[in-house]
């Protein structure tokens, strides 16, 4: 936890709050917190300040805001995965956070299991997005959106997010141009699940805007593909 994320509501008064249990442990045994101590608090989706630490209770701590911090700029991309396994899904969406991805869209395709959107870790996603916010040291959550129809997204709602200055790439191992590298704009990355999308699936996403790019002939996994197609692609920002 590099920042800890308070609710606005915490930040209403003078002194501001810690009152998370996760948190209080936290800084607590890790940090061995004392008063006078500085801390760097964000305010979840504002601002981020280098704080005071006031008063330490074994139910909360108090701080004192001394001075605004930057916010770490995100990544202008749109990430399109095929929702992978529940326990995939947790470590997808706090490195996708901590990446700084601006927008996440989880898609159903033809290889993905139906049983994982029944998952209850769907239903937790903003826990995983808190903790990939405070180890990135940022404070904006990335917009999240859920899609159970492959068709209609990619006919439908997939074009609205393409244009001349924002292109989609598909990664597809079989593709015969490569994954673009060191891009200066902002674009939609589209990823498989771990069995890869259908023929049918990849042809429409190209017929609706997509290129297909590859990466080489080696097959990756969901969670490992994301950091590398990302660092590729934004390595000079």
């Not at 003078?14 to 760097?40: A, F, M, N, P, Y």
């Not at 290889?111 to 997005?129: A, E, G, I, N």
Request: charged share 25%; proline share 7%.
């Amino acid at each position: 936890m590099n920042i800890v994320l308070l609710d606005p509501r915490q930040t209403e008064s003078e002194l501001w709050l810690i009152s998370s249990k996760r948190q209080l442990e936290h800084l607590q045994q890790h940090l061995e917190i004392q008063v006078g101590d500085t801390l760097k608090v964000g305010i979840r989706d504002g601002k981020r300040y280098l704080t005071e630490i006031v008063d330490i209770t074994e139910k909360a701590v108090r701080l004192k805001p001394l001075q605004e911090e930057p916010i770490p700029a995100k990544l202008p991309v749109t990430l399109i995965v095929a929702l992978p396994r529940p326990k995939v899904l947790r470590r997808l969406i706090m490195d996708a956070v901590t990446l700084g991805v601006e927008k996440i869209i989880l898609l159903h395709s033809y290889r993905v299991d139906k049983s994982y959107w029944q998952t209850p870790f769907l239903q937790q996603l903003d826990h995983y997005v808190q903790l990939g916010l405070e180890q990135a040291g940022d404070t904006i959550a990335p917009h999240i959106e859920l899609y159970k129809r492959f068709k209609p997204f990619v006919e439908d709602v997939l074009p609205t997010l393409i244009n001349a200055d924002s292109p989609a790439y598909v990664a597809h191992p079989y593709a015969e141009n490569k994954m673009p590298y060191a891009i200066e704009h902002s674009c939609t990355v589209v990823i498989g699940p771990e069995g890869g999308f259908i023929p049918y699936e990849v042809d429409l996403l190209i017929k609706n805007g997509c290129q297909a790019v590859s990466l080489g002939n080696r097959i990756i996994r969901t969670e490992t593909v994301i950091p590398y197609v990302l660092g590729r692609m934004f390595s000079t920002r």
